[in-house]
């Protein structure tokens, strides 16, 4: 009977560390998914940016929407790009972080349309996003 507040102790000990061990497990396991994340939406956006320029080059300016780059043939409607962060295929004028695309048709810029602000990455991803997101998407 002696023994029972140091066995009580001990489990509880042990409980806290597995508790804790589990929540910095999580987080590794949620970088490393987000660095896949990252490293598809780098693809994505280089893509993108270079159907962007094709249409420039082919037709003399920027096209005003993502509807324009369809009708011109740049991609299919049954299958338009899609960024895996958040899920989104819509292409937007201003920043709401919904995800989907951020498109500024007077200078041909494209980024991500997502909010990383609450997101867990690693300071390469977040280097990386640095070309990809606006500034108010991380910060």
């Known amino acids: 009977m002696k023994q029972l507040p ?7 000990a042990g409980f806290m560390a597995g508790f804790g061990f589990q929540s910095v497990l999580a987080i590794g396991f949620r970088k490393a998914r987000n660095a896949e ?3 598809e939406a780098a693809s994505r956006i280089g893509s993108l940016r270079g159907k962007i320029q094709a249409f420039k ?6 096209p005003k929407d993502a509807a324009e780059m369809q009708s011109a043939g740049f991609w ?3 299958l338009p790009p899609r960024e895996r962060l958040r899920g989104g295929c819509q292409w937007v004028s201003q ?14 810029q494209l980024y991500l349309n997502t909010d990383l602000a609450r ?21």
């Open 76 to 78: 299919s409607p049954d």
């Open 6 to 12: 140091k066995v009580f102790i001990l489990l509880l």
């Open 57 to 62: 080059v082919e037709k003399g300016r920027y």
């Open 37 to 39: 994340f990252v490293a």
């Open 119 to 139: 997101e867990k990455l690693r300071s390469a991803d977040r280097e990386k996003l640095r070309d990809l997101v606006t500034a108010d998407a991380l910060y």
């Open 95 to 108: 920043f709401d972080g919904e995800g989907g695309f951020l498109y500024l048709s007077a200078t041909g």
